[in-house]
Structure formats: structure tokens, C-alpha cells
């Protein structure tokens, strides 16, 4: 059975840092894309970063050089490391993992996890 679990979800302050983890189990994902998607109350889910089995990265235009995706397959680990944290990255983080391919969509996920929460004060 395959199963995420994302932690190191917290409150801080504007300007703050954290990083996420997500640890996967239940299933051989070398090669899968695996993503990091967020979800704030009242909106879509969105795609935050992408990281591709071959470790091209990609990410949405309101993160860039603020967040660093990553990767050890060899751990089965995924990582979200975020800095300069603003009040608009106050969201439900959710670990994704996708298909052989580039890209990913919310509906091209096939497993999730479960969500942690990052709630960013002004």
C-alpha cells in the first residue's frame, strides 16, 4: 500500500523559513515525478514545485527563489525548503507523486498524502 506523510508543517512569521518532508513507502518511485502542491482555504489546489525522476525542476512563478525542491530516492525522501515565507504561502502543503513523466497536474497525481499545514503571520 502506498502511503506519503508530509511533516515539518509550522507556524512562523513573515520572512521565516521551513522545510517540509515527505516520506514515501508502499512503492518504487524512481523516475516518477513528484510534486508539492498547496491548498489555501477557499481556493484551488495548486501546483507549487515539480521534481521529474531525472531531477529537472520547476516552479510556480510566485515561489521562484524562494523554495527549493528535492529529492533522495534512495530514501524514498522528498523535501520543500522554503524561505522568505509571506503571509500568501499560508496554505495545506501536500506531497504528490505523478507518472514517468515531466510534468504533473492535480488530476495526473496518483497517490497524495495527507496534507500539513504552514500558516505564515504578518
Known amino acids: 500500500q502506498v502511503q506519503l506523510v508530509e511533516s515539518g508543517g509550522d507556524l512562523v512569521q513573515a520572512g521565516g523559513s521551513l522545510t517540509l518532508s515527505c516520506a514515501a513507502s508502499?512503492?518504487?518511485?524512481?523516475?516518477?515525478?513528484m510534486a508539492w502542491f498547496r491548498q489555501a482555504p477557499g481556493s484551488e489546489r495548486e501546483l507549487v514545485a515539480r521534481?521529474?525522476?531525472?531531477?529537472?525542476?520547476n516552479y510556480r512563478d510566485a515561489v521562484k527563489g524562494r523554495f527549493t525542491i528535492s529529492r533522495d530516492d534512495a530514501k524514498k525522501m522528498m523535501y520543500l525548503q522554503m524561505n522568505n515565507l509571506k503571509p500568501e504561502d499560508t496554505a495545506v502543503y501536500y506531497c504528490a507523486v505523478g507518472d514517468y513523466g515531466v510534468t504533473i497536474s492535480a488530476h495526473s497525481v496518483q497517490y497524495w498524502g495527507q496534507g500539513t499545514q504552514v500558516t505564515v503571520s504578518s
Open positions: 508502499g512503492g518504487d518511485f524512481n523516475g516518477m515525478v
Open positions: 521534481v521529474s525522476g531525472n531531477g529537472q525542476t
